[in-house]
């Protein structure tokens, strides 16, 4: 079984910066694409960024320019540093990763999330 871990969330004011960490346990293969998703109450659960296998990352456009996302493949965490942090980014945070048990088959999984509340 894999699991996922989410840690770093908090209460930060305006303009601060958190780092968000996701690290994956288990027996698998290798892992595909990590992503970073929230959810802020009453709205859909929203992609933040994603970063492939090879590292190359992608983000929405309410992350571009103050959000990175990196992946040590080693480890198998997936983190998010979060600068310039706005009232509007309070949300719970989920990692999700295309985990492969083998060659060939393959399964999203999802963290329990982690609470991030900006506000002074």
């Known amino acids: 079984q894999v699991q996922l871990v989410e840690s770093g969330g908090g209460l930060v004011q305006p303009g601060g910066s958190l780092r968000l960490s996701c690290a994956a346990s288990?027996?698998?293969?290798?892992?595909?694409?990590m992503e970073w998703y929230r959810q802020a109450p009453g709205k859909q659960r929203e992609l933040v960024a994603l970063?492939?296998?090879?590292?190359?990352?992608n983000y929405a456009d309410s992350a571009k320019g103050r959000f990175t996302i990196s992946r040590d493949n080693v480890k198998n965490t997936v983190h998010l540093q979060m600068n310039s942090l706005k009232p509007e980014d309070t949300a719970v945070y989920y990692c999700?990763?295309?985990?492969?048990?083998?060659?060939?088959?393959?399964?999203?999984?999802w963290g329990q999330g982690t609470q991030v509340t900006i506000s002074s």
């Open positions: 999700k990763a295309d985990v492969y048990s083998n060659r060939y088959f393959h399964r999203i999984y």
């Open positions: 970063v492939t296998s090879g590292g190359s990352p």
């Open positions: 288990g027996n698998f293969f290798g892992i595909s694409d």
